[in-house]
């Protein structure tokens, strides 16, 4: 015998059906190039449903962004917990390594890096990496200069200027990305004490 879902499960999987339709479409075309038709379409509900859950297309993209900085936060966090003491200074090198890795699906460099802070302005983007991503960076930054890995200086100021350094290097051409990382890592090897 077949359970019934409940409301709450339904609702929840409308939901994820949204953010899961709008996550592909806003890859593939942008965000400017998605429409809400294209989007209740891709996720077979209809436009009140997409109404019901959602203000409208801007605050379903933020809960895209949201998501996508969350599975980069924990791509991150799987590289630098994967290694056996692997000491501050190589988990800073290997988070970003796994940043770049996961930034190398174009369609979430364009949610993230392009689109995002165009549609939601930066300093809600800043609010959101800084609740995943930025948050880690900070920690381990933080981490490696408590360990006296590297020099003591300001931990946020820092966390932004090596974050702002794996943007620049998650836009760089395929080809050029591991001159990026090569460069990337000796700055990072740079703070050593």
Known sequence: ??????????????????????RALFAQN????????????????????????????????????????MLLAMAI??????????????????????????????GRRRILLVDAPAVLGRAMVDEIDGRHGLRTLVDGVTAA????????????????LLNALFDRAALAPPEEVSDYRKAIKAMIRGLKI
């Open 145 to 160: 200069m408590e360990a006296k890995a590297i020099r003591e200086l300001p931990a946020l100021p820092l966390a932004h």
């Open 77 to 106: 966090n799987a590289a630098t917990e994967g290694e056996d003491e692997p000491g501050p200074v190589k988990a800073l090198i290997a988070g970003g390594d796994a940043f770049l890795d996961a930034m190398q699906d174009q």
């Open 30 to 69: 942008g965000y400017a190039g998605t429409g809400t038709p294209e989007i209740v379409q891709a996720a077979g509900v209809t436009r009140g449903a997409l109404y019901h859950h959602f203000a409208d297309k801007a605050a379903l993209f933020a809960t895209v962004v949201e998501e996508e900085h």
């Open 1 to 22: 015998m077949q359970e019934r879902r409940s409301q709450a499960e339904r609702r929840s999987g409308t939901r994820a059906a949204l953010v899961s339709a709008a």
